[in-house]
């Protein structure tokens, strides 16, 4: 069975990136845990059309109505549940991905403060040497988120900026966020269709294109 995967959403700009990598993991078969803080789901209301409430069980309701799912694939949990099995080290053995993750969040997980189930998840990933995906979303860097995330990349986690490329020629803004899914499941070592990967064909002519 494969591991059950974390995506928790912080107060940055860009929730969409991270409903389309819950939909995309539901898709393809995977039980996805998600915790939300409460800027996150301020910014995701102000972004997206989808509105949660307060209370995690409002939530998981609301989500999987949204997603279409039922039952184990999705589970939700609250932000101050020190029970959920993410908040130690013989708890939950999955990957955790912040996304996005709020400079304050990068802060609070880079000097251990685990004032709450997103940062002692972090916390326990890296003590435990698990996959830790950190999706800053911000413009620009200060030395101090600079710092944070140099810390952070030395202790083992991954820094995976919400940076979409262009080389795949996107048409839409929905394409413009599938680049960052795509590169957070190629981080997770889940293979993906939702873009051409650097070499395929799609991406091959396009250079050729521009080499004429």
């Known amino acids: 069975m494969s591991q059950r995967i974390c995506v928790a959403i912080t107060g940055a700009s860009g929730s969409p990136y991270a409903l389309r990598l819950i939909e995309v993991l539901l898709a393809a078969g995977r039980e996805v845990d998600v915790i939300l803080s409460k800027a996150g789901l301020l910014v995701m209301a102000t972004e997206t059309n989808l509105t ?3 209370k995690p069980q409002g939530q998981l309701q609301a989500m999987q109505d949204y997603f279409q799912v039922s ?3 999705l589970r939700v949990y609250g932000r101050d549940d020190w029970m959920a099995p993410w908040a130690s080290g013989s708890g939950q053995p999955g990957p955790l991905v912040i996304c996005p993750c709020s400079t304050g969040t990068l802060s609070a997980i880079a000097t251990g403060a685990s ?4 940062e002692r998840a972090a916390d326990v990933a890296l003590k435990e040497g698990r996959r830790l995906i950190l999706v800053p979303r911000e413009s620009p860097y200060s030395e101090i988120h600079l710092n944070n995330m140099l810390s952070l990349k030395r202790m083992g986690a991954v820094i995976l900026p919400a940076s979409p490329g262009f080389y795949h020629r996107p048409q839409s803004v929905a394409e413009l966020v599938d680049f960052v899914v795509a590169r ?3 981080q997770l070592g889940i293979d993906q269709t939702l873009m051409p990967k650097w070499g395929d064909s799609a991406t091959a002519n396009n250079g050729e294109q521009a080499g004429e």
């Open 71 to 73: 039952g184990e694939q």
């Open 184 to 186: 957070i499941l190629g």
């Open 115 to 118: 004032d709450n189930l997103i």
């Open 52 to 54: 949660l409430p307060g």
